[in-house]
Nanobody, 113 residues
Framework: QVQLVESGGGLVQPGGSLRLSCVAS????????MGWYRQASGKERELVAT???????NYVDSVKGRFTISRDNAKSTMWLQMNGLKPEDTAVYYC???????WGQGTQVTVSS
């Protein structure tokens, strides 16, 4: 019943931008705290940013000032705007209903010249 679908990944040069989207279905989106996570090759999955139903946000230190998480409850959609991308941002990015086992399938972000 619950489905999360990410999109928007791709290959960009250092300093470039990408906007990731996550569309949710099968949940009361407005009542769910959502998060973006990422996993680089050979590394553990890490939390990138979260956003509550009331639009309170939190970010890992490494992306503060560069990434912005947002949501539109009417569209059951969450975004991650990524600016000033660095090679170390390369990873598969996942959306998640925080505190649950509900994850999207992931979308690849590669930052390389």
């Amino acid at each position: 019943q619950v489905q999360l679908v990410e999109s928007g990944g791709g290959l960009v040069q250092p300093g470039g931008s990408l906007r990731l989207s996550c569309v949710a279905s099968g949940i009361f989106f407005r009542m769910s705290t959502m998060g973006w996570y990422r996993q680089a090759s050979g590394k553990e999955r890490e939390l990138v940013a979260t956003i509550t139903g009331g639009d309170a946000t939190n970010y890992v230190d490494s992306v503060k000032g560069r990434f912005t998480i947002s949501r539109d409850n009417a569209k059951s959609t969450m975004w991650l705007q990524m600016n000033g991308l660095k090679p170390e941002d390369t990873a598969v990015y996942y959306c998640r209903i925080v505190g649950t086992a509900h994850w999207g399938q992931g979308t690849q972000v590669t930052v390389s010249s």
